[in-house]
C-alpha cells in the first residue's frame, strides 16, 4: 500500500469538491458529484477496496483505479450513507500505480463505519467509476467485549488460485468468524515465489493455477513486487475479507503498537529489518551479529509496555520464540539472537509487566506453546504463551524441532503428517487461522486454533492477573 497522501494536499485541481468536502475533517454532507457518465470510459476500482490501522477515531482505506484519478471518499455509520460523518479525497497517480489511501478522521469510537470509494478521472473530469464499499470498525473507547483473528502466509510455494478448489478459502472462514480486525504476521506476499499453471500433487491429483505474468517469474522489479499483491487480490475471498475487516499486517520496517481500548494493546514487532546475520549462535557476547530486534527496537518494546494500561498486551511477531534462540541445547545460557529475547523477558518479570501473549505465523503449522522458566535454561521469566497460526493459503509443513533456551513445551499442534511431508497443498484441510476474544466484563482472554472449516482444533481460555 503505498501512495498516501492526506486529502486536500498537494494536488488540488480545478474541479468537484464543495469548499467544505476539500479537509478531511470539516466534511459533511454527501459528497455533490458530477453528472455520471456512463460510456466505458469510467474508471474502474480494480482490486476491491481495504481498509488498515484502525484506531478509536481513525482508519486507513485504499484502493486501486485504472487511471490517473482522484479517489473521492465517504464515510458513515449507516450503509445508507444518509449521514456522511466524513468527506474527502485524494489522487492516485501513475507513480503509486494508480492507488491511494485516504486517513478517515474524526470517526466515533467502537462503530461500524461504511466507506464509498468512487474514482473520478482526471483527464475528462467527467467519468466517474462505480462505487464500492467497504466496511470497518473502530476501536473501543470503553471497555467492551472484543475479537479478532491473526495468521499469516497468503499465496506461498506455487499454491495460487484455484478455481474449482474454491480459491483462498481461508479468507471466506476469517470473515464468517465477524473479527473486528485481523492481523497478518507474515508473507502476505511471496516475491520469490512462482505461481506456474499447474502443480503435480503427490496423490496424482494436478493443482490448477490462476495465472498472471508477473506472477510467472520471481519478482525483481517494483512492477514485479506489485504483481504479487495483484495476483492475491484476484482471489475473491480475499477482497470480500479486505472490504470487511481491517487489516494489521506484518510492519515492514515500521514495528509499532496500536491501542485498542482499555483492553488490549498490540504490538507488532519487527524481526526481519534490525536482525543480525547470527553466524555464530553460541556466541555469548552480544553485539550486532546476534541483533533481532536490534536495540532501538527494544527500548522502544520496553518503554511502551511500561507505559501501556491496557489489561492484555499481545505481541505479534514474525517468528516464533522456540525457534529463534539458536543457542544449544547444552550451553546453560543464552546465546544468539535469544539474547534480547531473554533480557526482553527478564524486564518483564522485574518490571511487573502482565498478561502477555505472543502470537505468530512463519511455521506453516497451527500450535499452542507454554513457556515454562521451570524447564528452561534461561529462568529469568514468568511462565506465558505462544499461539502460532498459519498458513492461510500456502504449503503445510510438518513441526518443526524447538529449542529449549526459554522451555517451551508444545501442549498442541497440527501440522503435516511425515507420511504428507512438508509443503502438503492448501486442499487437504490443513490450514489456519487464530482466533481471540478477550470478554469486556470479565477481562478474559480466549484463544481458539481454527482450520480453514472453521472447527476449533484447541482452544483455552485465560483469566487475566490484576
Ligand atoms: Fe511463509
Not at 103 to 117: H, T, V
Not at 157 to 183: C, E, H, K, S
Not at 205 to 224: D, F, H
Request: proline share 6%.
Amino acid at each position: 500500500m503505498s501512495g498516501h497522501l492526506r486529502a486536500g494536499s498537494a494536488t488540488r485541481r480545478r474541479f468537484l469538491m464543495t469548499a467544505a468536502s476539500a479537509t478531511a475533517t470539516t466534511a459533511l454532507g454527501t459528497i455533490a458529484l458530477p453528472s455520471f457518465s456512463r460510456s466505458s470510459q469510467r474508471p474502474v476500482i480494480t482490486h476491491g477496496v481495504q481498509s488498515g490501522d484502525v484506531s478509536t477515531d481513525t482508519g486507513m482505506v485504499w484502493a486501486r483505479t485504472d487511471r490517473p484519478a482522484r479517489m473521492l471518499i465517504e464515510a458513515s455509520t449507516g450503509d445508507s450513507f444518509k449521514d456522511v460523518c466524513h468527506a474527502s479525497y485524494v489522487d492516485a497517480l501513475p507513480e503509486t500505480d494508480f492507488t491511494a489511501k485516504a486517513l478517515l478522521e474524526n470517526l466515533p469510537a467502537g462503530q461500524d463505519i461504511f466507506y464509498r470509494l468512487r474514482f473520478q478521472d482526471l483527464l475528462s473530469g467527467q467519468a466517474v467509476s462505480e462505487p464500492a464499499v467497504g466496511q470497518l470498525r473502530t476501536a473501543p473507547a470503553d471497555r467492551r467485549s472484543i475479537s479478532f483473528v491473526w495468521s499469516g502466509d497468503t499465496a506461498g510455494q506455487g499454491w495460487g488460485i484455484d478455481p474449482a478448489r474454491g480459491g483462498m478459502r481461508t479468507y471466506a472462514t476469517m470473515l464468517r468468524n465477524r473479527p473486528d480486525f485481523f492481523v497478518h504476521c507474515g508473507d502476505s506476499i511471496y516475491a520469490d515465489c512462482t505461481i506456474p499453471a499447474q502443480q503435480k500433487m503427490p496423490n496424482g491429483e494436478t493443482w490448477r493455477n490462476v495465472v498472471t505474468e508477473e506472477k510467472s517469474t520471481v519478482a525483481t522489479t517494483l512492477a514485479g513486487y506489485r504483481g504479487n499483491y495483484k495476483y492475491n487480490l484476484l482471489d475473491a475471498n480475499l477482497r470480500e475479507f479486505n472490504a470487511n475487516v481491517p487489516i494489521f499486517a506484518e510492519p515492514g520496517r515500521v514495528y509499532r503498537k496500536i491501542s485498542y481500548g482499555p483492553l488490549l494493546d498490540l504490538f507488532m514487532l519487527d524481526m526481519r529489518s534490525y536482525r543480525g546475520p547470527n553466524k555464530a549462535p553460541r556466541k555469548i557476547q552480544y553485539g550486532p551479529d546476534a541483533y533481532l530486534l536490534g536495540p532501538a527496537q527494544l527500548a522502544w518494546f520496553k518503554r511502551e509496555l511500561k507505559r501501556s494500561t491496557a489489561i492484555w498486551k499481545v505481541i505479534a511477531s514474525g517468528t516464533p520464540l522456540g525457534t529463534i534462540a539458536a543457542s544449544s541445547p547444552d550451553a546453560g545460557t543464552t546465546a544468539g539472537r535469544g539474547v534480547e529475547i531473554a533480557e526482553l523477558l527478564a524486564f518483564m518479570q522485574h518490571a511487573g509487566i502482565r498478561n502477555t501473549v505472543w502470537i505468530t505465523a512463519d511455521l506453516h503449522y497451527t500450535a499452542a506453546h507454554f513457556f515454562d522458566p521451570n524447564k528452561a535454561i534461561f529462568q529469568d521469566f514468568e511462565p506465558f504463551w505462544e499461539f502460532v497460526s498459519g498458513p492461510i493459503h500456502a504449503g503445510t509443513w510438518t513441526p518443526c524441532a524447538l529449542d529449549r533456551t526459554f522451555g517451551p513445551t508444545v501442549v498442541f499442534q497440527s501440522a503435516a503428517s511425515r507420511e504428507q511431508g512438508d509443503n502438503l497443498a492448501p486442499c487437504f484441510g490443513l490450514q489456519f487461522f487464530g482466533y481471540i476474544a478477550i470478554d469486556g466484563v470479565t477481562g478474559t482472554l480466549t484463544v481458539r486454533l481454527k482450520d480453514v472449516a472453521d472447527r476449533v482444533l484447541w482452544s483455552t481460555s485465560i483469566e487475566p492477573k490484576i
